[in-house]
């Protein structure tokens, strides 16, 4: 069963292009979140989606930042015009589906974003 | 919204001896509290969780206490090794149909042969 996939795993954009980082979850998982890992931080939430919802998006950004997980296929975090803060390590997790989802998220290798 | 705190943000500590990391929370509502191990460059890795309806979980050197009155949950870490030496992160969440976890800030581990 192979764990939570990420890729790129490493980005390098320039300031205004755009940066696409996708997550394919485990197999038999529905719920997929989106965390954000600056230098020497922990990680920050950013996104909870199920099959073709976003169910929870408070901590992204209001601009240039979406996130959306097809019927088929990974889930998609996309940032636009990118600047240098945005510059971060993007884990994404997945959790099994229940009675809503359970507790326990395994998290993929990350994808390493780096803006110049 | 929650707010999670760490300490300490390093630890050294000498092969064998034992290692504790303090976590507190704000929110009295959160109900799920995991610890994740991260070594350089790698992913998160679930090593322990509980719940709020327990006060103290084990599994082989590790263990975690929950003390739900105060706010605080710690992780212990018995007899260590080497390849213990990582970045840990405790974090919590209120499970209402999902979860979102907020992370503390992490704790640095250096375990010296």
């Given at each position: 069963n192979a764990g939570v996939m990420q890729n790129p795993r490493h980005l390098v954009r320039r300031r205004g292009q755009e940066a696409r980082l996708r997550c394919s979850p485990m197999k038999g998982h529905s719920h997929v979140?989106?965390?954000?890992?600056?230098?020497?931080?922990?990680?920050?939430?950013?996104?909870?989606?199920?099959?073709?919802?976003?169910i929870d998006?408070?901590?992204?950004?209001?601009?240039r930042f979406?996130?959306?997980?097809?019927?088929?296929?990974?889930?998609?975090?996309?940032?636009q015009q990118v600047v240098r803060g945005d510059s971060a390590a993007y884990f994404c997790a997945s959790?099994?589906?229940?009675?809503?989802?359970?507790?326990?998220?395994?998290?993929?290798?990350?994808t390493r974003l780096t803006v110049l | 919204g929650e707010n999670v705190e760490?300490?300490?943000?390093?630890?050294s500590v000498q092969e064998g001896d034992s290692a504790v990391i303090k976590c507190t929370y704000s929110d009295s509502a959160s109900n799920y509290f995991p610890w994740y191990k991260q070594e350089l460059g790698k992913r998160p890795q679930l090593i322990i969780d509980i719940r709020s309806?327990?006060?103290?979980?084990?599994?082989?050197?590790?263990?975690?206490?929950?003390?739900?009155?105060?706010?605080?949950?710690?992780?212990?870490?018995?007899?260590?090794?080497?390849?213990d030496s990582a970045v840990y992160f405790c974090a919590a969440s209120i499970t209402t149909g999902y979860s979102t976890l907020t992370f503390g800030k992490g704790t640095m581990l250096l375990v010296s042969p």
């Open positions: 979140y989106w965390y954000r890992q600056l230098p020497e931080e922990g990680l920050k939430f950013m996104v909870y989606l199920q099959k073709e919802n976003i998006e408070s901590g992204m950004p209001k601009e979406s996130a959306e997980f097809p019927k088929e296929g990974p889930s998609i975090l996309r940032i959790s099994p589906p229940g009675s809503g989802g359970t507790d326990t998220q395994y998290f993929g290798p990350g | 760490q300490h300490p943000s390093t630890l309806n327990v006060g103290e979980k084990k599994d082989q050197r590790i263990a975690v206490t929950l003390n739900k009155t105060a706010k605080h949950f710690s992780l212990h870490i018995t007899e260590t090794q080497p390849e």
